[in-house]
């Protein structure tokens, strides 16, 4: 059974852990090709949201459809169609940086031979690949988790702050990289608190604060100065 769609829309979501209210009434979507920048203070209910757009949360009130379906619906082959790049990298540090493309790849049912060598290049580590994970700095380990979350050419791309430990060459190459897998038709959806960089890659910003959304509208420029006037501070 395929899973596959064009669209992912959060629909009058909600999401309570007890009495505290992470995420109230939220409603948007992201189609084939948009990048869309989830921004918001900390605590604004973001990664929830991430959460329940990659069906690890569910919502207590509202759904999430993938197309026409939901993940009750589309079963488990909606996971392989979802790659998630979040806070905790999942990779594993007695491996080698191949071996863990190569685990992940077998997990999504990938041959383990091109896509990891591709996803080596892509990350910048041709020439690590036989070293093990836990001699790699913080950067590097971000670069092989953004490729062990793309290594099945997944529709829906979710990022929780993908830019971290990353230098301003990384930056660069990651960027070009998201833009290239919404071209090709990939549907992405990352949480970033550097608002420089969300203005220079997103097309369309969604503002969350105390988990209700504020705004949902295309990027433009001036999106620190949007965001002050929306949520205060720096």
Known sequence: MTADFDQVSLVDVSRHFGRRRAVTKVSLSAGRGEIVG??????????TLMGMAASLVRPTSGEVRYGGGTARSLGPALRHQ????????????????????????RLYGVDAGG??????????????????????????RQRL???RALIHQPRLVLLDEPFTGLDDRAVSVVTERLRGIAASGAIVLLATHDLDLA?????RVVLVQGGRLIA????????????????GGA
Not at 82 to 105: C, D
Not at 117 to 138: C, I
Not at 216 to 225: L, T
Request: net charge negative.
């Open 38 to 47: 989830l921004l918001g203070p900390n605590g604004a209910g973001k990664s």
């Open 82 to 105: 979802i790659g998630l790049l979040a806070h905790e990298l999942h990779l594993y540090p007695e491996l080698t940086a191949r071996q863990n493309l190569s685990f992940f790849a």
């Open 115 to 140: 896509p990891v060598e591709a996803a080596l290049a892509a990350a910048g580590l041709s020439d690590r690949g036989e070293d093990d994970v836990s001699g790699f700095s913080r950067g590097m």
């Open 145 to 147: 988790a953004l490729e």
């Open 199 to 203: 203005e220079g890659l997103v097309t």
């Open 216 to 231: 949902d509208e295309p990027a433009q420029a001036g999106v620190r100065a949007r965001y002050r006037a929306l949520v």
